[in-house]
């Protein structure tokens, strides 16, 4: 046997294993989804055995913990700033945030979508770590701008976060030093805009139709209107085919009958999706007088559409791991042409914009639509659908 003298150096066990068995893991989540992971999985990436992985946590749950924690340590540690200025300050925290960012652009779906597997402590938790991130742009902000309250400050602050962490949601190449100083310059446009606050509605909203878009009453459609619901709600892998059934009022057999399975209501919601982009697209785009009228009635289209089918637009942009593989494949081709289209009338009316540079900013608009949208229910009365249509062209011609 070896001595511990000869033993190679780079076989050691580094004294940060832990931080790096819950980085691999992190990236792995938000790569393939976190019931999609394994602890053999992490164990392989990392280099080390399943039995190592045990020494640092107990079970793939506290690796999520350990790494939403850290995520949030790591940004807030990242952005600070001692400047008495308030733009001054605002400035600094804006590189930092975008640094941040773009370095941690492979796990920032833990802030996007991966925290919906915490328990409601741990989930609590996170909730109050964002909190502190936007208290460190709020306070400044308000200082630097006197005609906003707390609650106008925040929304934009809301924005702000929504358009630093859309990078997470997509693998569009862009060079580091140029995401970073698009997402700064975006940053400080949205800072400068009007707050997107919603106007207090004296009446309660009507309930739409249906949160899904479908039909009421053939069986099918049903199941799959409640799937959307609970995926949107608890996510894709804390649902079961008898909790749809519940939902609807029928027993698990009747569902089976219209669905072989959980993966294929999943895409039935994924092709339901894509239709209604594409046709969302196609009425838009009718009768449009050039590039410019395009973006902007693409963008009214996109607006209404999210707030309209929320629940199936969240589930869209979500749920994509959770696919068959070549459901996953044609569906995310039919997204990257969804996406190019926006890029094309972009570029025409940013003739001077380089291609990645305006991926990253479609991206960055159709995540601020897509998170602000399951924050007040759409009703035209509010005033929601003009504010994010003019935030999320502000996003792009900034």
Not at 354 to 380: G, I, M
Request: aromatic share 6%; net charge positive; with cysteine.
């Amino acid at each position: 046997m070896r001595s511990a003298d000869t033993i190679d150096p780079s076989r050691r066990r580094p004294k940060n294993r832990k931080d790096q068995i819950a980085l691999v893991a992190a990236e792995l989540f938000c790569a393939r989804g976190y019931h999609r992971v394994g602890i053999d999985e992490i164990a392989a990436a990392v280099g080390i055995s399943g039995p190592a992985v045990y020494r640092h946590f107990p079970g793939k749950y506290a690796i999520l913990v350990f790494a939403t924690r850290s995520l949030i340590t790591r940004v807030l540690e990242a952005v600070e700033s001692d400047e008495a200025d308030p733009g001054a300050r605002l400035d600094a925290l804006l590189t930092a945030l975008a640094r941040v960012a773009v370095e941690g652009r492979n796990v920032g779906g833990l802030y996007q979508w991966e925290w919906r597997y915490l328990e409601i402590v741990h989930r609590a938790e996170f909730a109050e770590g964002q909190e502190a991130l936007a208290r460190r742009f709020v306070v400044p902000l308000m200082a630097l701008r006197k005609d906003l309250d707390v609650k106008a400050a925040s929304a934009l602050v809301r924005a702000l976060l929504s358009v630093f962490a859309s990078l997470s949601t997509h693998r569009a190449a862009i060079a580091r030093g140029r995401a970073e100083e698009t997402l700064r310059r975006v940053g400080l446009a949205l800072l400068r805009a009007e707050p997107p606050v919603p106007r207090p509605l004296t009446k309660k909203p009507r309930p739409d139709q249906d949160p899904a878009g479908v039909r009421p009453g053939a069986r099918r459609e049903l199941v799959l209107a409640e799937a959307i619901r609970l995926f949107h709600r608890y996510g894709y892998h804390a649902v079961g085919m008898g909790d749809i059934a519940r939902g609807v009022g029928i027993n698990a057999s009747s569902v089976y009958r219209v669905f072989p399975g959980k993966a294929d209501i999943l895409a039935a919601a994924f092709y339901r999706a894509s239709e209604r982009v594409s046709e969302a697209t196609t009425v838009a785009l009718d009768g449009a007088v050039d590039a410019a009228d395009a973006l902007r009635r693409l963008t009214e289209s996109y607006v209404e559409l999210t707030f309209e089918r929320s629940d199936l637009v969240s589930v869209y942009l979500a749920e994509n791991s959770n696919l068959p593989g070549g459901d996953r494949h044609e569906l995310r081709k039919v997204q990257r042409l969804h996406v190019e289209e926006w890029v094309r009338l972009l570029t025409e009316v940013r003739p001077e914009l380089p291609a990645p540079e305006a991926r990253v900013l479609v991206h960055a608009a159709l995540n601020l639509v897509t998170d602000l949208s399951r924050w007040v229910r759409f009703d035209r009365r509010t005033g929601m659908d003009a504010h994010l249509v003019r935030l999320a062209m502000l996003i792009m011609t900034a």
